[in-house]
């Protein structure tokens, strides 16, 4: 009963990565088809793809404009990254030999991906914030901006689990050796 009870679990965590995974590639590409469809065409920038009016942005700074939509795919793209990473640890993933070279190549690249969203909003929020002393209307966008504090708190947790795991590995290879 126990063992259906986890396979049961198993299973629903998988289909949940598997949604985010959908979700985040279907954000990633709203957001790039926004962002080029409103190259060609300014008067859609009312109708941004998340409900962000980016039209006074667009009008006070082209570039500005360009960072903020970029930043905003990439943030996703990585995210659906991180996502597809998670789901071929579930393929690789085996309770009875857990610690594999494979499954710590994929863990860091999960941290990686992670830490580089971190840094990523991390440093677009202090440019933001430094344009919107200028005068320049970010507010709405700074706010919009996940945290990216709490990536890097991720990071920091990812980073353990990656040492366990390179530990896991040695000693793991040390008994192999031993029997």
């Excluded at 905003?72 to 610690?99: G, N």
């Excluded at 677009?124 to 504090?149: A, Q, T």
Aim: aromatic share 16%; with cysteine; net charge positive.
């Amino acid at each position: 009963m126990k063992t259906k009870n986890n396979l049961l679990w198993k299973n629903l965590i998988h289909i949940i990565c598997w949604l985010i995974f959908i979700g985040c590639c279907i954000q990633a590409g709203g957001l790039l088809y926004s962002y080029i469809f409103s190259l060609f065409e300014p008067t859609y920038l009312n109708e941004h793809y998340l409900r962000l009016d980016l039209s006074k942005i667009y009008n006070e700074n082209k570039t500005m404009y360009s960072l903020v939509a970029i930043v905003l795919i990439v943030t996703s793209a990585t995210k659906a990254l991180i996502f597809y990473y998670v789901l071929k640890l579930y393929k690789f993933f085996e309770l009875e030999k857990p610690f594999t070279k494979t499954i710590l190549n994929i863990l860091i690249k999960i941290t990686y991906c992670t830490a580089f969203i971190g840094i990523l909003l991390i440093v677009i929020k202090h440019v933001l914030k430094n344009f919107s002393e200028k005068g320049y209307e970010f507010n709405l966008i700074v706010e919009f901006l996940e945290d990216g504090s709490t990536y890097i708190g991720i990071y920091i947790v990812l980073t353990v689990i990656t040492w366990i795991f390179k530990k896991g590995i040695k000693l793991q290879t040390d008994n192999d050796l031993t029997l």
